[in-house]
Structure formats: structure tokens, C-alpha cells
């Protein structure tokens, strides 16, 4: 993963929501820093799915990838707070017929934790 960051390929997207990306909310794990992958965008994931849990048409999720910063033309890897989440922006892309994707299973919670890993918020982010 630090060096997709390291390289600025693939394009990484983030599930969690806007306030914990930026790092203007704690983490739920104490100890935990705030933040998010450096370069990477974000797409909480709730905005895929519809008012019932279902998903949202393909081309309202084209919409909402390309609103986020994501070339759907190049390779993408999912993240999160865990990788439960990211699950969902992979099936985002999947809807879409994008079949490049990854989906970090470490997410938030393994890069977070690690102190010698870099760290964007709020008054950082791209």
C-alpha cells in the first residue's frame, strides 16, 4: 500500500465518512490518529446506496466516483476504517463495470496505527 501511495498508482478512495477522513472526528479506537492515505479521495459509503440499503443505479454511482476525484480509467483501491466498508465502493465499481479494483484489507486501522506512515487531515488534504 505505501508504495501505491509512494507512486500515486492506483488511485485510492476512502469509505468512511467526510468528518473522520479529514480528521475532524476521533477514531473509534482510542490511540488511533486521525486522518486519511495521503493523495487519497473520498466517497463515504452510504452515498452508493439507496433510502431502502439497496445500491443506486450505475450511473448515479458513475457520478458520484467521478464527483470524488476518481479516473475510472485507472486502477482504484478501496479503503476504510477496517475493510468492511470499502467492500461497498468495490461493488460500486463492480455496478459500473470498473474491474480494476482492490480493496485494502488493512484499511484505516493498520496505516492509522503505524506511526512511521504518513498522515493527511483537514488542513492538509488534497
Same mark, same amino acid.
Request: hydrophobic residues 35%.
Given at each position: 500500500?505505501?508504495?501505491?501511495?509512494?507512486?500515486?498508482?492506483? +488511485?485510492?478512495? #476512502? /469509505?468512511?465518512?467526510?468528518?473522520?477522513?479529514?480528521?475532524?472526528?476521533?477514531?473509534?479506537?482510542? !490511540?488511533?490518529? %486521525?486522518?486519511?492515505?495521503?493523495?487519497?479521495?473520498?466517497?463515504?459509503?452510504?452515498?452508493?446506496?439507496?433510502?431502502?440499503?439497496?445500491?443506486?443505479?450505475?450511473?448515479?454511482?458513475? +457520478?458520484?466516483? #467521478? /464527483?470524488?476525484?476518481?479516473?475510472?480509467?485507472?486502477?482504484?483501491?478501496?479503503?476504510?476504517?477496517? !475493510?468492511?466498508? %470499502?467492500?461497498?465502493?468495490?461493488?460500486?465499481?463492480?455496478?459500473?463495470?470498473?474491474?480494476?479494483?482492490?480493496?485494502?484489507?488493512?484499511?484505516?486501522?493498520?496505516?492509522?496505527?503505524?506511526?512511521?506512515?504518513?498522515?493527511?487531515?483537514?488542513?492538509?488534504?488534497?
Amino acid at each position: 500500500m505505501a508504495n501505491a501511495v509512494q507512486h500515486s498508482e492506483p +488511485q485510492i478512495i #476512502d /469509505a468512511r465518512s467526510t468528518e473522520r477522513f479529514m480528521g475532524e472526528q476521533a477514531e473509534q479506537k482510542d !490511540g488511533m490518529r %486521525a486522518g486519511h492515505i495521503p493523495g487519497s479521495c473520498n466517497l463515504p459509503y452510504p452515498y452508493l446506496l439507496n433510502e431502502n440499503g439497496t445500491v443506486k443505479d450505475p450511473d448515479t454511482i458513475r +457520478q458520484l466516483f #467521478d /464527483a470524488s476525484g476518481i479516473d475510472l480509467a485507472k486502477p482504484v483501491i478501496t479503503t476504510c476504517g477496517s !475493510g468492511i466498508t %470499502a467492500a461497498i465502493l468495490g461493488l460500486g465499481l463492480s455496478v459500473i463495470g470498473h474491474r480494476q479494483w482492490s480493496l485494502y484489507d488493512g484499511s484505516w486501522a493498520e496505516w492509522g496505527a503505524n506511526p512511521d506512515m504518513p498522515v493527511e487531515r483537514a488542513e492538509t488534504a488534497v
